[in-house]
């Protein structure tokens, strides 16, 4: 297969060579990146993250058998389970499918099986959630195949859970949520709490840029789970249910407490304190870069992504020397802002910046970078689209 093959096209010619059948069906969930809001959305906080034009799709047809069969056209691997008892097993990529089935089977959902053959374009592990977009194009697959409503926000939920109980990643909902309901040419403002979904359109004659640093990381072996134990720990502490109900005032130490008890503050250890403030204060700044969007305010977005960076890298600690390398390349080249995205400890770092200078700055961004770290990044100029779909 050509290296310039869509994934689309990949999945379907797949399809074609190991299965009999003329008759396919093809599922695809995009993957994502988060403009601003980072490890809020586990705290029920507020993220404006967008899909994007880099997808996980499935080519399938349905089969009589309560049986899966799935063969992936990016590893060269196959799975089969049997969607009425899924259990835990090799390849890695087919516990993301396992962990929807059993969601909708503890559902009392009735599941029909399946043949397909999968292929996409998201980067593993560079924080553009490949996880959620193969979750949801699965999840997709399993509503068409066993005549099920589609409900994004539900399937989103179903998907979460997955995520959580099944693969054992702590996740929030924002990754599945805009998979599920992204919309094209916006950004989602997500209400992580009501999960309530506000599109704010992309300013004009603006690009986003996801640079990849090409470093990777595995999150459940990561310090991710630490830092939700550490935020939890800090609402327990503050006597809320989540950080999200904490004012930025109630963590300064020259303001009376606002909404948290009173000396509350003082219970918060100098390691949980830092993460706290990220939380808080990422959690104003989504509002604020949502209303400087929605006014096609390009600058004011910008500086509120630089200042989210410096958060996540400072009070979070959650970035790393490579990240902190794309992040000072894209703002020496030009960009109205720079962060890193995604959950840290490596992966990418996404700037906003004039759509008319997106191919000089791809080219000009990656050689400051590869001067820097030994090695050429990708770059990846991204559209904003619909989140998952099916087509005949």
Not at 45 to 68: S, T
Not at 193 to 218: E, F, K, N, Q, Y
């Amino acid at each position: 297969m050509p290296p310039s093959a869509s994934p689309e096209s990949r999945a379907k010619r797949a399809f074609a060579r190991l299965f009999t059948s003329s008759s396919v069906r093809v599922a695809r969930a995009p993957g994502r990146v988060n403009l601003i809001g980072e490890h809020t959305d586990y705290n029920d906080g507020f993220v404006l993250p967008m899909a994007i034009d880099r997808a996980l799709w499935i080519a399938f047809h349905p089969i009589a058998e309560p049986v899966v069969r799935v063969y992936s056209d990016d590893f060269d691997e196959w799975c089969e389970f049997d969607v009425q008892q899924p259990a835990h097993g090799a390849p890695a990529w087919s516990e993301y499918i396992k962990g929807v089935a059993w969601v909708l089977r503890q559902q009392d959902l009735r599941l029909g099986g399946w043949e397909g053959a999968l292929a996409g374009d998201v980067p593993i592990g560079a924080g553009l959630s490949s996880s959620a977009a193969l979750e949801l194009a699965a999840a997709r697959v399993f509503a068409s195949v066993s005549e099920l409503p589609w409900h994004p926000v539900q399937m989103a939920r179903a998907a979460q859970r997955a995520e959580n109980e099944w693969v054992g990643m702590r996740c929030g909902i924002m990754d599945q949520l805009v998979a599920a309901a992204g919309r094209a040419d916006h950004a989602l403002l997500i209400d992580c709490r009501s999960l309530a979904l506000t599109p704010v359109r992309l300013p004009a004659a603006t690009a986003v840029v996801v640079l990849d640093t090409l470093t990777r990381r595995g999150l459940t072996r990561s310090p991710y789970n630490e830092r939700r134990q550490q935020c939890e720990e800090a609402a327990r502490v503050l006597g809320v249910s989540a950080l999200r109900d904490v004012s930025v005032t109630a963590l300064d130490d020259n303001h009376e407490p606002d909404g948290v008890a009173r000396g509350a503050l003082l219970g918060l250890d100098h390691r949980i304190r830092p993460r706290a403030r990220h939380v808080v204060s990422e959690n104003d700044r989504v509002q604020r870069a949502a209303a400087a969007l929605g006014r096609g305010d390009a600058p004011t977005f910008g500086t509120l992504m630089n200042e989210s960076h410096r958060s996540l890298r400072d009070d979070f600690e959650v970035s790393s020397p490579p990240l902190d390398a794309m992040v000072a390349a894209a703002r020496d080249i030009g960009c109205y802002g720079a962060r890193m995205t995604g959950a840290g400890f490596g992966g990418c770092v996404v700037a906003l910046i004039d759509a008319e200078t997106s191919a000089a700055f791809a080219t000009r961004v990656a050689e400051r970078y590869r001067a820097r770290e030994g090695r050429s990044p990708d770059v990846y100029v991204c559209r904003a689209t619909d989140g998952a779909s099916e087509a005949p």
